[in-house]
């Protein structure tokens, strides 16, 4: 707008003191691309862009039921995009929204998982466990978060992880799988015997007969 105030006064003082500069020309420039730019659809990636301006503006001021509603009619139009959804189910914490929240995370989780975007799908687990936001994930979900905890020697986290999964599915096989690992990594890689001594009493007390029961007496019998 500036611009085009200034354009106008230089054409009407070009005008009374002779100057060749064509400003005219320079309207038809700006009005060419303005149209250019509305028959390329610019005009929708500059909306896409002002709501998500707008969302994380109102994010940093504090509005968050305001940011929630940016970001849900960002993503009408732009779904694939992970951080925004990341960002909705941040602000859906902050206000409550805690169901919603949790799918979101979970999403984004997914994805990454799919996309081989491992270290970025472990910091959402993270940042959902922070947020008290596991319940949605299936013992395969936490199971494979524990395993890649375990493969990037993250030891401490692959307990905590275990631990959770443990904690969360006692019954299923994921959970009794833990039970195990949670012997085996104290044991074995931060050789802490009392934490250790620990599961394997929680174990005799849990595991059925047969299975993984069967692998842990034969793994003390060999050790006398």
Known sequence: GLWLMLQVIHALVATQTGASISYGAHF?????????????????????????????EYFRDGAYHASVGQWLEYLSL?????????????????????????????????????EGNIDQALEVFR????ADLISRFSPVDV?????????????????QTHELLFQYFPQRSEGHRSLVRLIML???????????????????????????????????????
Do not use: C, T
Request: aromatic share 12%.
């Open 28 to 56: 038809g420039g700006f009005f060419m691309g303005l149209n250019l730019a509305l028959l390329m659809g610019q005009w929708r990636e500059g909306h896409r862009e002002g709501l998500r301006d707008k969302a994380l």
């Open 143 to 159: 199971a494979k978060v524990a395993y890649f905890q375990e493969k990037r020697f993250d030891y401490s986290g692959a307990i």
């Open 78 to 114: 732009v779904p694939s995009d992970l951080n925004a959804r990341l960002n909705l189910a941040r602000s859906q914490v902050l206000i409550g929204q805690l169901n919603p929240a949790e799918m979101n995370f979970r999403r984004v989780f997914h994805r990454y998982i799919r």
């Open 186 to 224: 104290h044991k074995v890689k931060v050789q802490d015997p009392e934490r250790m001594q620990h599961w394997v009493a929680v174990a005799r007390q849990e595991l059925p007969q047969g299975g993984w029961r069967n692998f842990l007496d034969e793994e003390f019998r060999q050790e006398g």
């Open 127 to 130: 940042e959902a466990y922070r």
